[in-house]
């Protein structure tokens, strides 16, 4: 497994430190940059994962989302229904499996095949119950004393 130091991109993402340590780098079985991929970040709380997967149709990958990993799997059907005979095969076309881990509450938006490249968009929503919230200061109000007797104890 590689490991990729994601160090310079957390100067501009406060907040999403934990983001970027939890969606370091993809396994696969044995080539570990097949295939190539990016992660951008596209707005606040929106992430892009891009593969490239030149090759593949729609229907010869998938994307399953589960706890706080993303995997994607591509593997080319066994049969060619090709005439022709091929003499020299220099496009891969071997299966592969990349699979991600996701901060918490990342969630997959959407994902999408075009060119040749997968694209799967990611947003970050935090529910309202884990959001840091606002607290007010008041000023100048005086704290209560609560005087206890020893009547009111007994």
Sequence with gaps: MRTY????????????????NLLDQASSDGSPGYP??????????????????????????SIVAKENTLTIKGEK??????????????IAARAFERAFQLADFVQVKDASLENGLLHVDLVR????????????INAGAKAQV????AAQAA
């Design 77 to 90: 059907v066994a049969g060619e229904n090709s005439k022709s005979e091929v003499l020299y095969r220099g």
């Design 36 to 61: 190539p991929y990016n992660i951008e970040r596209t707005g606040e709380n929106a992430y892009r994962i891009t593969v490239a997967v030149s090759g593949f149709a729609k229907d010869e990958l």
């Design 125 to 136: 929503e935090i529910p309202e119950a884990k959001k840091p919230r606002q607290i007010a």
């Design 146 to 149: 609560i005087e206890n007797s």
């Design 5 to 20: 130091d994601l160090t310079p991109f957390y100067r501009s993402t406060v907040g999403f430190d934990r983001l970027f």
